[in-house]
């Protein structure tokens, strides 16, 4: 079943959006070499109880941490810790939710650490992200779930190859529904698979967390024993962007953005809703 919000709830949503917005400003800037992951968990604790909200991570399914902190070669769900400090050179992808009023809000964004990066890092990140507004951009009414998924895989498909060859595009990890939880239905594949349908009719109400995950190589990944750290197979390199957006009546608004999504989705020819908080 999916959940349909109210006007009022997707409001709420609004708020808890913002939140995660403020945890990804604070957490970029404190990503420089000589940082650890758990001092950017910390920053992320801080503002989420400056705001007034509670974390949707931590002791979900019993994980340690504020946020994710997934570290080059790291897809995601990787657990912030002492021991993990950033150096130049290294890409991080950092996940972060929160709640406010029991409505949850998490999106995902890479960022760079210092200097010294290969060119293909650059543009490993730039594909992952235009794939999601890609997707989020096929988010409007009378489209059905899998026409997102059609425009994250076609737009990372389009994309000139790597030196490594291909993207890989991450099989076992998608997007979800969310609202009243963090993961709910549906699961959004970031490709199209023949073993799927079409998945459910977008309609007003409807709330999706888009967030492709790609790497320089493969598409596939394992667990880690801590049960959380997830790696790509080879040890390629990944990306993670991701964010929430609600389908209302007058268009699309993306949750955890600051301007809603407007100035992204302006580039589709895509208006978005008024802000609920305007």
């Given amino acids: 079943m999916v ?3 109210t006007p009022e709830q997707i409001a709420k949503m609004r708020e808890a959006g913002l939140v995660v ?3 990804h400003q604070a957490t970029r800037e404190a990503a420089v070499p000589g940082a650890s992951t758990k ?3 910390d920053v992320a604790r801080k503002v989420i109880a400056d705001h007034g909200a509670k974390s949707n991570f931590l002791g979900y399914g019993g994980f340690p941490a504020t946020i994710c902190t997934s570290v080059n070669d790291v897809v995601v769900h990787g ?8 150096k130049d050179g290294d890409i991080i992808s950092i996940d972060a939710g929160a709640i406010v009023d029991g409505w949850h809000g998490d999106a995902a964004f890479t960022v760079f650490v210092g200097e010294g990066h290969a060119p293909e890092l650059f543009e490993l990140s730039r594909v992952t992200e235009e794939s999601m507004w890609a997707g989020i951009a ?4 009378g489209n059905r779930l899998i026409d997102i998924s059609k425009a994250i895989e076609g737009y990372i498909r389009r994309q000139p190859r790597p030196a490594s060859g291909k993207y890989g595009i991450i099989e076992d990890y998608g997007g979800h529904g969310i609202g009243s939880q963090m993961h709910m239905d549906p699961h959004l594949l970031n490709y199209v698979s023949k073993k799927r349908g079409k998945g459910p009719r977008l309609v007003p109400g409807f709330c999706i967390a888009i967030e492709p995950m790609v790497s320089l190589g493969t598409a596939k990944t394992h667990v880690l024993s801590d049960d959380w750290t997830v790696k790509t197979d080879d040890g390629t390199w990944s990306s993670h962007w991701e964010h929430s957006v609600a389908l209302t009546e007058e268009g699309p608004l993306v949750l955890t953005a600051v301007d809603g999504g407007a100035a992204k989705l302006a580039e589709y020819g895509i ?3 008024p802000d609920p908080l305007a």
Avoid: G, N, S
């Avoid at 096929?138 to 009414?141: E, G, L, Q």
């Fill in 138 to 141: 096929a988010v409007r009414k």
């Fill in 39 to 41: 001092d950017l968990d």
């Fill in 3 to 5: 959940e349909i919000k």
């Fill in 271 to 273: 208006q978005t809703a």
């Fill in 21 to 23: 917005a403020a945890i």
């Fill in 79 to 86: 657990i912030p810790d002492r021991e993990t400090v950033l």
